[in-house]
């Protein structure tokens, strides 16, 4: 079985980091995608415990010690790319790791800011090598993934379902509401998402969001788990 845990860290996860830690630890996931990770005294350290840990492939972007950036832990063997030459604002927001049989990449996309990171997603959605992509969108279906409409780039989102990939979590639980995150009005948003290829349908077994993390405050966002047999 490959299993993926997919968490929005809040901030590099501040003075929660080490309950943020055992939590990742105890879930025993294969592989971590961690949005908001920051290259700073945290993110060393969540390096150094994830090392400890089994956690020996790890691939961080290049973004600056205060920039809200995507990491990638695995226990798996795995080659790993970044986009810095891309030329693309906002590279510093993907990461992908190749463990032979499938992609994996880790997003963070950049919240109501013009970017052109879902071409480069799509593009890679219509290579021939099964891809899986999680972490934080900061986007959804309007209507769907939130009561209103104010979500930019859901046309992407369907450009997205147009290129073989599919939706884990609706793939499931269909039309279940479930938000990942909750405005301080309350109002709740389907922000993180992990959407497989088509071709991994049949081996799709679990993907849900562990909203008891959030509650306990550890961090505003739910983290997502995806296993595949």
């Given amino acids: ?3 993926v845990l997919s968490w929005n860290i809040q901030q590099g996860g501040g003075s929660r980091v080490q309950s943020i830690l055992n939590k990742l630890i105890n879930s025993k996931s294969q592989i971590l995608i961690l949005s908001e990770f920051r290259n700073n005294k945290n993110g060393r350290l969540i390096r150094q415990v994830l090392l400890d840990a089994g956690y020996r492939y790890q ?3 290049a973004a600056d010690a205060d920039t809200n950036a995507v990491a990638i832990f695995s226990k798996v063997p795995c080659n790993s790319q970044l986009f810095n ?3 693309l604002d906002f590279s510093y927001d993907l990461a992908l790791i190749d463990i032979g049989v499938i992609h994996i990449i880790g997003v963070y996309l950049p919240h109501k800011k013009k970017h052109k ?3 480069l997603l799509i593009e890679h959605a219509q290579r021939d090598v099964p891809l899986i992509i999680a972490g934080d969108f900061n986007t959804g279906k309007n209507f769907i993934d939130q009561k209103g ?3 930019w780039y859901t046309d992407k989102l369907l450009q997205l379902e147009k290129s073989s990939m599919i939706d884990a979590f609706r793939a499931l639980h269909g039309d279940q509401e479930s938000y990942s995150w909750y405005s301080h009005q309350g109002n709740g948003y389907r922000y ?4 497989v290829s088509q071709v991994l349908r049949p081996t799709l077994q679990a993907c ?4 008891s993390w959030r509650e306990e405050k550890l961090s505003d966002h739910s983290p997502m788990f995806l296993n595949l047999a």
């Fill in 1 to 3: 079985m490959l299993s």
């Fill in 59 to 61: 691939v961080v972007s």
């Fill in 85 to 87: 030459d891309t030329g």
């Fill in 117 to 119: 990171l879902f071409d």
């Fill in 149 to 151: 409409d104010s979500f």
């Fill in 192 to 195: 993180d998402h992990t959407y």
């Fill in 208 to 211: 849900y969001y562990e909203h």
